[in-house]
T-cell receptor, first 115, second 114 residues
Framework: GENVEQHPSTLSVQEGDSAVIKCTYSDSASNYFPWYKQELGKGPQLIIDIRSNVGEKKDQRIAVTLNKTAKHFSLHITETQPEDSAVYFCAAPRGGGTSYGKLTFGQGTILTVHP | SAVISQKPSRDICQRGTSLTIQCQVDSQVTMMFWYRQQPGQSLTLIATANQGSEATYESGFVIDKFPISRPNLTFSTLTVSNMSPEDSSIYLC???????????FGSGTQLSVL
């Protein structure tokens, strides 16, 4: 099965700085990589995802990059704001290929943005 | 996406008892899943809730401990049976949309077992 490693486990930045979270995966057949944001007391929220046929995807202040050769993908948040403070999870398809809802999650990164 | 409602949102239970968690979706979905998030940990897939047939469990999870029902395409229940403190977790209902590729979560049920 897929194995996903996520770093760092905690990340503290000043408001306006950029934040980068990295994940590596083990199954070269995996072709879909989502990122989730979880606020306290809430379920994970899908914030951005990328398929293996592209190297980068952006959505306003959030971007995801994918390096298939190295089997890693990263979340980039620019111009961070206090409301970006949350736990972020990366994920990859549990059995490789397409997820069909079955994901293996990274260990999570606690992001704190200081005003 | 879809609106996914879970009940209860939280509960405190005594060891040895059982709790049934309900999940209601505002549209018909083919793929529905249950995940567990232990305190301060990541998410782990428990099972796929199959409509009209038995759920498909992942390694480490069994039907006797986590029976699941899926009577229709908008509703599912997860029961945590014969609870112990190790079952204290957040239990999350989720649905796969857009061909099943994108996974969306409910708000979760925070369970504490004393």
């Amino acid at each position: 099965g897929e194995n996903v490693e996520q770093h760092p486990s905690t990340l503290s930045v000043q408001e306006g700085d950029s934040a980068v979270i990295k994940c590596t995966y083990s199954d070269s057949a995996s072709n879909y990589f989502p990122w989730y944001k979880q606020e306290l007391g809430k379920g994970p929220q899908l914030i951005i995802d990328i398929r293996s046929n592209v190297g980068e995807k952006k959505d306003q202040r959030i971007a995801v990059t994918l390096n298939k050769t190295a089997k890693h993908f990263s979340l980039h948040i620019t111009e961070t704001q206090p409301e970006d403070s949350a736990v972020y999870f990366c994920a990859a398809p549990r059995g490789g290929g397409t997820s069909y809802g079955k994901l293996t999650f990274g260990q999570g990164t606690i992001l704190t943005v200081h005003p | 996406s879809a609106v996914i409602s879970q009940k209860p949102s939280r509960d405190i239970c005594q060891r040895g008892t059982s709790l049934t968690i309900q999940c209601q979706v505002d549209s018909q979905v083919t793929m529905m899943f249950w995940y567990r998030q232990q305190p301060g940990q990541s998410l782990t897939l428990i099972a796929t809730a199959n409509q009209g047939s038995e759920a498909t469990y992942e390694s480490g999870f069994v039907i006797d401990k986590f029976p699941i029902s899926r009577p229709n395409l908008t509703f599912s229940t997860l029961t945590v049976s014969n609870m112990s403190p190790e079952d204290s977790s957040i239990y999350l209902c989720s649905v796969g949309l857009q061909g099943g590729e994108k996974l969306f979560f409910g708000s979760g049920t925070q369970l504490s077992v004393l």
